[in-house]
């Protein structure tokens, strides 16, 4: 498949190690939050979702933390797995208005 | 179906040639999302529907481009003389709800163009 960026950072991680993926973001508005990853080739694909009245919120295998202070999101993937390898992006919304996509990070997990 | 679909999935068009991209949304989904993702970036929104109607065309780059639901169901991105700067992969989503995209939102693998 092809590829969706050339030129991300990449963050590179040891199989069964812990990934934390950040995102600054913009708009202190910005009330709610997703993550989606992208695998080559594919559409992105939800992960985890937040609103701006949390700061912490866990799915399975990952958790979004939530600074509003310093306009900052991150996802944490535990017990990162080769199925994670993708490019993760981080969006916000501002209520009523579209998302807002971040420029990605490509995830490699190393075996 | 099972999810959203998207055709062509790749597509090469000569500069200044027309072209029309089709959204098949998830079946019973009210809302419709077009978004624009060149290399290496994120994708950028385009225009939005709420079952036939387009209620935000605010991503729209330029009047090449148009986008139509006429049954709330299928949708096409349609892109005049194309040029250079179209090449990108085109994303359409679909949502069961009818208000802006969320988690809820599906997408499909997209539709690569080159414009050569």
């Known amino acids: 498949g092809e590829s969706v960026g050339l030129h991300l950072p990449t963050l590179s991680v040891q199989e069964g190690d812990n990934s934390i993926i950040n995102c600054a973001y913009s708009?202190?508005?910005?009330?709610?939050f997703i993550w989606y990853k992208q695998e080559s080739g594919k559409g992105p694909q939800f992960i985890i979702d937040?609103?701006?009245?949390?700061d912490k919120r866990q799915g399975q295998r990952v958790t979004v933390l939530l600074n509003k202070t310093v306009k900052h999101l991150s996802l944490q993937i535990a017990a990162t797995q080769p199925g994670d390898s993708a490019v993760y992006f981080c969006?916000?919304?501002?209520?009523?208005?579209?998302?807002?996509f971040g420029p990605g990070t490509r995830l490699s997990v190393l075996p | 179906g099972a999810g959203v679909s998207q055709s062509p999935r790749y597509k090469v068009a000569k500069r200044g040639q027309d072209v029309a991209l089709r959204c098949d949304p998830i079946?019973?989904?009210?809302?419709l999302f077009w978004y624009q993702q060149a290399l290496g970036q994120g994708p950028e929104f385009l225009t939005y529907?709420?079952?036939?109607?387009?209620?935000?065309k605010s991503g729209l780059p330029s009047d090449r481009f148009f986008a139509e639901r006429p049954e709330g169901s299928v949708s096409t991105l349609k892109i005049q003389r194309t040029q250079q700067e179209d090449s990108a992969v085109y994303l359409c989503?679909?949502?069961?709800?009818?208000?802006?995209?969320?988690?809820?939102?599906?997408f499909g693998q997209g539709t690569r163009l080159t414009v050569v």
């Open positions: 969006a916000e919304n501002n209520y009523g208005q579209n998302f807002v």
């Open positions: 529907f709420q079952n036939e109607a387009q209620l935000d």
């Open positions: 937040i609103r701006s009245n949390m």
């Open positions: 989503a679909s949502s069961l709800e009818g208000r802006v995209m969320s988690g809820s939102a599906f």
């Open positions: 708009n202190s508005a910005s009330d709610y």
């Open positions: 079946s019973g989904h009210v809302s």
